[in-house]
């Protein structure tokens, strides 16, 4: 959860231009790296043992 939301925060940091705008994508898009994180680990460790 923590790599795809870092790698969500850099990614809003080097879209924008301005301090504060890199301030608040990179809180963004780290929260939705983290969003996207935690519904797949879940489905990841749901079905780890289906196979």
């Known amino acids: 959860m923590a790599t ?12 924008s231009s301005t301090l504060f705008s890199q301030t608040v994508f990179g809180a963004l898009c780290g929260f939705v ?5 935690v519904p797949l680990a879940f489905a990841i460790n749901v079905t780890r043992y289906w196979i």
Request: hydrophobic share 60%; with cysteine; aromatic share 0%.
């Open 33 to 37: 790296g983290v969003c996207v994180a």
């Open 4 to 15: 795809l939301g870092a790698v969500g925060a850099l990614n809003g940091i080097e879209i």
